[in-house]
């Protein structure tokens, strides 16, 4: 798959039409659908609102490519491959989905592309929130030309023909513009509360720590060592470091903590 992406990667761009500069945002999403699109662009841009319109471009561009492929059903129906996807469940074929939209496809090829090789970086919940706004200025776009038409009044009979399956069209889109948004939210609100959870065990282990390096200077200043290797070997005898008190503290460790504090044999540190 990463192969498909940077192959064609320059062929994409040349088809794919950037995102405006310098506000990638400037997109006019009006009342239409009892204003819903306007919602999507505003939440999309609370989640993207530092990021440029060349990167915005550019990771579009990765997304179009796989979310216009045919290989989804290929690759999410083997059974020998992934069968999590975030836009449809697992309990039935893709290839049998009546309408998997290209949210469907996209979640389907997702997981199995190293985005960690492609640039420019993205978190997940970035691709989807991507997504959403390129499948949002996709639906308003139609909904612009026909709002134009209809209030010029130039609407030719052809033009009028083909008005309700614009909007048919725009519909569409802005459905995966919404499903893809309800996604990037629900990864981030994971990934925030993994983060959060990560820095809580950080520091929670750095109280223990400071803790068990106090305690394991205190072990050495305890007894008149002629040497360090005698302290060591006490502090690594009796220092236990886990909460079901089955692991000792290593020598390692010992030695390194002894060494940042300055500690030598036959010498109190000063308390």
Request: glycine share 4%; aromatic share 10%; net charge positive.
């Amino acid at each position: 798959m990463l192969k498909l992406l940077t192959c064609n990667a320059a062929a994409m761009k040349s088809e794919f039409e950037p995102f405006a500069h310098p506000d990638p945002f400037d997109i006019p999403a009006g009342d239409g659908f009892a204003g819903w699109p306007a919602q999507i662009l505003f939440e999309i841009k609370e989640l993207l609102f530092d990021c440029s319109s060349d990167w915005l471009t550019a990771v579009a561009s990765h997304i179009h490519e796989l979310a216009r492929t045919n290989r989804a059903d290929r690759v999410f129906d083997d059974p020998n491959g992934a069968r999590e996807s975030l836009a449809h469940s697992e309990s039935g074929q893709f290839s049998l989905y009546r309408q998997p939209g290209y949210i469907g496809v996209f979640a389907a090829l997702e997981p199995s592309v190293a985005w960690d090789k492609i640039e420019p970086p993205t978190e997940r919940w970035q691709r989807y929130a991507v997504f959403a706004l390129m499948y949002l200025r996709d639906s308003v776009k139609i909904l612009e030309r026909r709002d134009r038409l209809q209030r010029t009044g130039r609407a030719t009979s052809a033009d009028n023909k083909y008005l309700a399956l614009d909007l048919s069209e725009a519909s569409a889109w802005a459905l995966e513009a919404m499903r893809a948004l309800q996604i990037a939210h629900s990864l981030r609100i994971d990934a925030r509360a993994k983060s959060a959870r990560g820095r809580k065990a950080a520091v929670a282990r750095h109280v223990v720590f400071v803790s068990l390096k106090a305690e394991a200077l205190e072990m050495a200043d305890s007894r008149p060592f002629k040497t360090k290797e005698q302290a060591l070997d006490y502090i690594t005898s009796n220092l236990l470091i886990d909460s079901a008190n089955n692991k000792f503290c290593s020598r390692s460790a010992a030695s390194k903590w002894l060494r940042e504090a300055g500690w030598k044999a036959g010498a109190r540190r000063e308390q």
